[in-house]
């Protein structure tokens, strides 16, 4: 059985088959061939250029033969296509060039032009599958709530005030402008799907901002029109990062299979809400920058055999890798997985 049959067959409920797994960010600083791709071009170059782009996301297969293979662009194309282009701060992080502060803002939003402006993407995707016939392909975007908290902050933020404020005093023009990221989620998700992705990944990074118990009034129900484009042609999977513990929020919005983090155990969330979904995760992500191998190894082999009995599992990490993680931990976690 190859990757990508192991990928469909881990969806279709079959148990004591090895575990898929692929990790988040796995294109990267961590990697030296990314940095040195990086010395010669800039993020937004590699991102809309699809050969470098492809380029980057097959860095990641060759040194380790991931079961899946994810896209390399940002979920902020879209606010770009969009008309908000993004950029890097000096001290870290990313800022954009307009922020929304006004209904006129949302109006001048045109979600249908974004497939047309987005082609860069879309040529790679198709890229990479041709020259990945065996593997999972795996498509993404942010959800809407997780982009609207990027357009309305207008920069990375640990505590988005700005949003946070707006989510509050402006909620009819909040939700107006959900539903047009919704409907422009939508359309570049659907696009995506005809690129032959096996899966794609809604990234709900903030959603964790929601009110408690408002998750799905907030962000699953501008997710689910996504959900629904893509129509059980490819599979679904939501991370909503530091929601594990909101498992039962999330639970109603019917995704294929949920990435969690590392505050929960995935055999307690499995057998809790029981259903037909995967659950993808959950080693510590900044494990891999501060433990030994031994120590990965180990933590890698507690994960595998906390789901095994239930199969329905593909091993992740809690979060996106870290730059600074040690490439002998990426290789223990590998070896690990394959015994
Ligand atoms: O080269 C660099 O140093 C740029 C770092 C980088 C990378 C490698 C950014 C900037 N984006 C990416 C690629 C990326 N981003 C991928 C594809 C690569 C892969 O997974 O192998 C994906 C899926 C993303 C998704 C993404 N971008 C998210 C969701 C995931 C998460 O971490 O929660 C978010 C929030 C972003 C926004 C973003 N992109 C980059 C930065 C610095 C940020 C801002 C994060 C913040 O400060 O809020």
């Known amino acids: 059985m190859n990757s990508r049959e192991l990928f469909h067959a881990t969806f279709a409920g079959e148990k ?164 047009k990221l919704s409907r422009a989620l939508s359309l570049y998700a659907k696009q995506q799907l005809y690129c032959g992705i096996d899966a794609f990944q809604i990234f709900d990074s903030h959603g964790s901002m929601s009110p408690t118990e408002k998750y799905g009034e907030y962000s699953a129900q501008w997710i689910s029109p996504i959900i629904s484009e893509l129509n059980a042609s490819a599979r679904t999977i939501l991370f909503a990062n530091n929601m594990s513990e909101r498992f039962a929020e999330m639970a109603p919005l019917g995704a294929d299979a949920y990435a969690l983090d590392d505050s929960v155990k995935l055999s307690e969330i499995f057998t809790t809400y029981q259903g037909h979904y995967v659950l993808q995760g959950n080693l510590k992500n900044t494990l891999l920058a501060t433990a030994t191998p031994q120590e990965v190894a180990k933590s890698t082999r507690e994960i595998i055999d906390d789901m095994k009995p239930y199969g329905r599992h593909i091993f992740n990490l809690s979060h996106g890798i870290t730059p600074d993680a040690k490439l002998e931990n990426v290789y223990a976690l590998c070896e690990e997985i394959k015994k």
Not at 112 to 132: A, I, N, P, Q, T
Not at 147 to 167: D, H, N, Q, V, W
């Open 16 to 179: 004591n088959l090895p575990v898929p797994f692929w990790i988040m960010r796995q294109a990267g600083r961590y990697l030296p061939e990314y940095r040195e791709l990086k010395s010669k071009y800039s993020f937004v170059d590699i991102v809309k250029t699809p050969e470098l782009s492809l380029e980057a996301a097959l860095q990641p297969m060759r040194r380790f033969d991931f079961d899946c293979s994810i896209l390399f662009s940002d979920i902020l194309v879209v606010s770009e296509a969009l008309g908000l282009p993004y950029g890097f701060k000096d001290e870290g992080g990313i800022y954009l060039e307009k922020r929304i502060e006004s209904e006129k803002n949302i109006e001048a939003l045109d979600a249908e032009s974004v497939v047309e402006k987005l082609d860069y993407v879309f040529k790679s995707l198709k890229m990479l599958r041709k020259e990945l016939p065996q593997k999972a392909i795996i498509g993404f975007c942010a959800s809407p709530f997780t982009l609207a908290a990027y357009m309305i902050e207008g920069e990375s933020s640990k505590t988005f005030p700005r949003f946070s404020k707006f989510m509050k005093s402006e909620s009819k023009l909040f939700f107006a402008l959900l539903e």
